[in-house]
């Protein structure tokens, strides 16, 4: 079966980078997406999500120019460098991966994705 995990999470001052790391194990299909969403009040909201297929990318409008996400093909991984960080990027961080190999479907919905279990990132003032 499928199994996600993410780390990576923590604390950090205003104006620094953290890095959240993901492993996707049990995945049968080369073609797939995978993405970074914070927990919102009702629904997780897509930051980035990378294609296996091309490594296409896709970012939130509040991410372009400030959040990296890349990935490691031989593992199945993927990492989200997120730097110039503010208090209102604090909050759980979920992994997920979409059969899908499309960056926008899998960001903006999210449906029939796999979840991992969340990490949390905590910006100070």
């Known amino acids: 079966q499928l199994q996600i995990v993410e780390s990576g999470g923590g604390l950090v001052q205003a104006g620094g980078s953290l890095v959240l790391s993901c492993t996707a194990s049990?995945?049968?299909?080369?073609?797939?997406?995978m993405g970074w969403f914070r927990q919102a009040p009702n629904d997780r909201q897509g930051v980035a999500c990378m294609?296996?297929?091309?490594?296409?990318?896709f970012y939130s409008d509040s991410a372009k120019g400030r959040f990296t996400i890349s990935r490691d093909s031989a593992k199945n991984s993927m990492s989200l460098r997120m730097e110039s960080l503010n208090p209102s990027a604090r909050g759980v961080y979920y992994c997920?991966?979409?059969?899908?190999?499309?960056?926008?479907?899998?960001?903006?919905?999210?449906?029939?994705?796999?979840w991992g279990q969340g990490t949390q990132v905590t910006v100070s003032s």
């Open positions: 294609s296996s297929v091309d490594d296409s990318t």
């Open positions: 997920a991966v979409g059969l899908s190999p499309s960056t926008r479907s899998l960001c903006f919905r999210g449906s029939g994705a796999s």
């Open positions: 049990g995945i049968t299909s080369e073609n797939y997406a």
